[in-house]
Structures are given as structure tokens and as C-alpha cells.
């Protein structure tokens, strides 16, 4: 029987939210600036289309991490700020990665610098 996922906004994180937490952590982004803020820090390989991002930032409003700003209706684009929550569940992930990054350097299973 497979264990149920934890609730969102608690570690761990998938990479989705984590990376959209990270790109609102600065400030409120639109939707797409929000995919280039991810791809910037991630790299291609954490590249994300509009249903992965939009319906992610959907159910992370949901869990009350993010929440869409209200907008002029002449401006389509769709604002997200992080919410007080938003950035505990970022600092939480944070914390525990970097447990896991010290755990790795111990066990010396890194061999260079990045």
C-alpha cells in the first residue's frame, strides 16, 4: 500500500512548488515570468509549461502558500505573491536540503565543487 503524500506545504516538497516557492520569494511575479525565474535557477531540466505551473500555483492558492493578486482588467496576466505560510513551508524544504546536502559532503559521495 503506498503512503499517502504528505500535505502541501509540508516537507518534503516537490519540485514544482519548491522551485515556484523559490521564484516568488522575492516578490510577485506573473505566470510567466514565474517559468523563467525557474528555468534561470533550475536549468532546462526543471523547465515547466503553463498547465504545470498554473495548475500547481492553483492548489498551492488552495493551501494558502501563494495567492493571485487581484489584477486591472485590461492586464491579463495572472500576479501570485508568496503568503506567510508560502515562506515557511520554503524555509522548511530549504533546511531539510541542506541537511541532506551536508549529509551527502560527509559521506563524501560529492567530488567537486559546483
Do not use: C, W
Amino acid at each position: 500500500m503506498a503512503k499517502p503524500a504528505p500535505p502541501l506545504g509540508q516537507p518534503p516538497l516537490t519540485p514544482a512548488v519548491f522551485h515556484i516557492l523559490l521564484a516568488l520569494a522575492e516578490g510577485p511575479l506573473h505566470g510567466y515570468a514565474i517559468m523563467q525565474a525557474v528555468e534561470a535557477s533550475a536549468g532546462a531540466e526543471m523547465r515547466m509549461g503553463p498547465g504545470t505551473i498554473y495548475g500547481s500555483l492553483q492548489r498551492m492558492d488552495e493551501a494558502g502558500l501563494v495567492k493571485e493578486l487581484s489584477t486591472r482588467s485590461d492586464d491579463r496576466r495572472r500576479v501570485f505573491a508568496l503568503l506567510p505560510a508560502g515562506r515557511r513551508a520554503l524555509e522548511a524544504e530549504a533546511n531539510r536540503l541542506a541537511r541532506l546536502a551536508a549529509l551527502v559532503r560527509s559521506k563524501r559521495l560529492v567530488t567537486g565543487e559546483a
